[in-house]
């Protein structure tokens, strides 16, 4: 799917002059400033809304917990899922806060949760082979999760979405994936994920290395995909290009987020137009996977959690953005000169 760039230097102008005239000195909003600029451009108007937002929560397993990767068991993924469909975890909470219809998905959970209200049942399998050894997915089960995905994001009647995840390993996958796909040292690239000892990350780091040589001769983007992601991961990808080909605001949360961004954009670069990052997590490797996307996050709040809560947190700022753009007082308006403003 094509994914047309937001440039457009005329409606640009427009967005400036508007944003300027308010009743405030000039950039005394900062940040959201070039929000509002930015939903501007995506939407193509100088009066850009926040509609029906929603957040997307991806779950999935992955082999390569094998490798002792992470803190906690596997069968924490699908205890989570429960809690997500239980309105007990944190997401719930935050989507509730603000208005967000939230979604949660069943993209490879390795565990049978039968038919049940409010999970949305797209599971490819149960959990990704251990790409320590061999590819994670299949090129079909790649291509299902990436149509999967995009099938929902065209599916959700609103124009912002937001993204999130559960699947314990899957900020090794995520690691991986920055490693191959950025050229930065894995060293750089792993952290603690759910609380790993020191050498624990080293372990994380290792499997990572040697897998990354095991499949050297990778680097088609979908190829790499498949091969060191997760279902969820993938999922999401699918499910960003798609809500960037529809001209939707992509709303990216941290880490595991943004390597499903990073693929997405190796695929269509022009879909970072369309992307507000949310928030720069505690997660090792974030901020330079942001740097290496060329990404300003409009938060930085020490999280580390996922489920998509730092953009459930980040929402407010684009109704901010948007509400300030539509119904601030112009000094023409308000009769205000600007010198007395």
């Known amino acids: 799917m094509r994914i047309a760039p937001t440039s457009n230097p005329d409606l640009a102008a427009a967005l400036a002059a508007a944003i300027n005239n308010k009743t405030k000195p000039l950039g005394s909003l900062g940040a959201l400033e070039r929000l509002a600029s930015r939903l501007g451009l995506i939407q193509n108007t100088v009066a850009p809304t926040i509609r029906q937002p929603a957040i997307l929560v991806f779950a999935g397993d992955h082999g390569v917990v094998a490798e002792g990767v992470s803190a906690y068991p596997q069968d924490v993924t699908w205890q989570m899922v429960e809690n997500f469909l239980a309105q007990g975890a944190a997401i719930n909470v935050f989507a509730r806060q603000n208005n967000i219809d939230l979604h949660v998905v069943d993209a490879g959970v390795n565990h049978d949760f039968g038919a049940r209200p409010g999970l949305v049942d797209r599971k490819v399998a149960h959990g990704t082979r251990n790409f320590a050894l061999e590819p994670a997915m299949t090129p079909t089960q790649c291509a299902t999760a990436l149509e999967h995905g995009a099938a929902l994001a065209a599916d959700l009647p609103g124009n912002v979405i937001g993204f999130g995840e559960m699947g314990i390993g899957n900020t090794t996958a995520a690691a991986a994936l920055m490693h191959k796909l950025t050229g930065i040292p894995a060293a750089e690239c792993v952290g603690a994920g759910?609380?790993?000892?020191?050498?624990?990350?080293?372990?994380?780091?290792?499997?990572?290395?040697?897998?990354?040589?095991?499949?050297?001769?990778?680097?088609?983007?979908?190829?790499?995909?498949?091969?060191?992601?997760?279902?969820?991961?993938?999922?999401?990808?699918?499910?960003?290009?798609?809500?960037?080909?529809?001209?939707?605001?992509?709303?990216?949360?941290?880490?595991?987020?943004?390597?499903?961004?990073?693929?997405?954009?190796?695929?269509?670069?022009?879909?970072?137009?369309?992307?507000?990052?949310?928030?720069?997590?505690?997660?090792?490797?974030?901020?330079?996977?942001?740097?290496?996307?060329?990404?300003?996050?409009?938060?930085?709040?020490?999280?580390?959690?996922?489920?998509?809560?730092?953009?459930?947190?980040?929402?407010?700022?684009?109704?901010?953005?948007?509400?300030?753009?539509?119904?601030?007082?112009?000094?023409a308006s308000a009769s205000v000169s600007e010198k007395s403003a």
């Open 194 to 331: 759910t609380g790993l000892s020191p050498d624990g990350v080293l372990r994380k780091q290792r499997v990572i290395e040697t897998a990354a040589e095991r499949h050297a001769g990778v680097d088609d983007p979908r190829a790499v995909l498949a091969t060191f992601g997760g279902f969820e991961i993938a999922m999401m990808a699918g499910a960003m290009l798609k809500a960037a080909a529809l001209r939707k605001v992509l709303l990216i949360d941290g880490f595991i987020v943004t390597s499903a961004l990073l693929v997405a954009a190796r695929i269509e670069p022009a879909i970072l137009d369309y992307c507000v990052f949310a928030h720069c997590s505690d997660e090792s490797g974030h901020g330079r996977m942001l740097d290496a996307l060329g990404a300003e996050p409009l938060l930085h709040l020490n999280l580390r959690l996922g489920e998509g809560t730092g953009a459930a947190l980040a929402l407010p700022l684009l109704h901010a953005a948007a509400n300030f753009l539509n119904e601030m007082a112009t000094f």
